[in-house]
């Protein structure tokens, strides 16, 4: 197995500083065609990928393993776990984020899957980045907001929402993830990201329902820092070209 990549909550906090900004390619492992897989890496290798997050709302545990182990293989990229729940725990990869989900009310994604996860975690030697997760109302019903049976917040009430990252950032979170979820109709709004990244000094992932390259230039001009592009890129390994 490759060299694990270590620190990747600070390089975070140091693209932020720099003013550089980060770009995570999102896959889920139960999407991935395996005979593409090459070909995927290939792209994700020319894309101007930073990072590679693995997750989804539902996974089977091998086939996250199988995924891990191919992409450290065969990128340099840092590899984060972006679990639904604490059975995607792998020490293949290099970090994890550690999501309270925020934006909800179901104590199983505030606290009970994190006490579940904490023992596996502590046995590994992946970095835990813990992370405030908000789901924003995004114009259809979202895999999160199935599976985590948790209502997103309304995406005009600006006050709640940075209310909500405001206490996320007091909680002691490193990153604040502002999740529109994946396949939204409408990402999250370039407002509420502006005020956000006013508001809270932790570095601000924006992801669900980015599907063009002007899109992510408008996250990043909005304030985000590290955008995630999963569905715009399943559906088309040439995205980044475009
Ligand atoms: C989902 O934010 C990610 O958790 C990415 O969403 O699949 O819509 O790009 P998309």
Redesign the pocket.
Known sequence: MKQKISNIHQQILEAKKNGQKLLAI?L?PDKIVWENLDHLVVKIKQSPATHI?V?GSIVKATILEDLLAELKQKTNLPVVI?PGDPSQISPQADAILFLSLLSGRNPDYLIEYQVQAAPILKKTNLEVISTGYILIESGNE?A?ARVSKTKPLNRENLDLVLATALAGEMLGNKLM?L??????KN?VPLEMIQLIAQNIEIPI???????DLHGIQKAYKAGADLV???????NDSHFFES
């Open positions: 999102l889920d997050f997750g972006f979202t999160v993830y999740e529109a979820g994946s396949g939204a990402a992932i924006v992801g669900g329902g980015i599907v995630v592009i999963g569905t715009a890129f399943e």
